[in-house]
């Protein structure tokens, strides 16, 4: 099983209106690196669904349910598994320094893109800090 990060203007489709969809189809990626990146998920793969814009967060926890390809584009239905008790914002990821490499933080604009175990790892501890301790590792 894999990790992903999916990234989507809140104002557009945030992730509570994946919550109230149920399973739904991830369309309208345009970006080739994207496109390639979305051609590797796998159903039962975990998703980290990421708002950007003014927020710049993780904020929850998605999986894909089915992965396959329609007239040679990649089709993946994806659902809301729950969202994070505390979002996690790439602030907090870049201050880690653990991260510089990370698709995430070399490439802010790309939608699509693989998350390492350490990164999945850091997004759930942060997630689950006490209350002021967030971010500090």
Known sequence: ???????????????????????VEWEGVKNNLALKNLRC??????????????????????????ASV?????????????????PVALSTVKSSGLFNDSPLVRNPRLSVMPVDELLRDYVFRIESAVSGKAGKD
């Open 70 to 86: 329609k007239n040679g584009s990649p089709s993946v239905r994806i659902r809301a598994v729950r969202k994070l008790r505390r």
């Open 41 to 66: 998920v796998k159903a039962g793969d975990e998703i980290l669904y990421y708002h950007t814009g003014d927020q710049k967060s993780i904020v929850g926890l998605a999986l894909c349910v089915e």
């Open 1 to 23: 099983m894999s990790c992903w990060l999916f990234k989507e203007e809140p104002d557009h489709y945030g992730f509570e209106h994946l919550q109230m969809d149920g399973v």
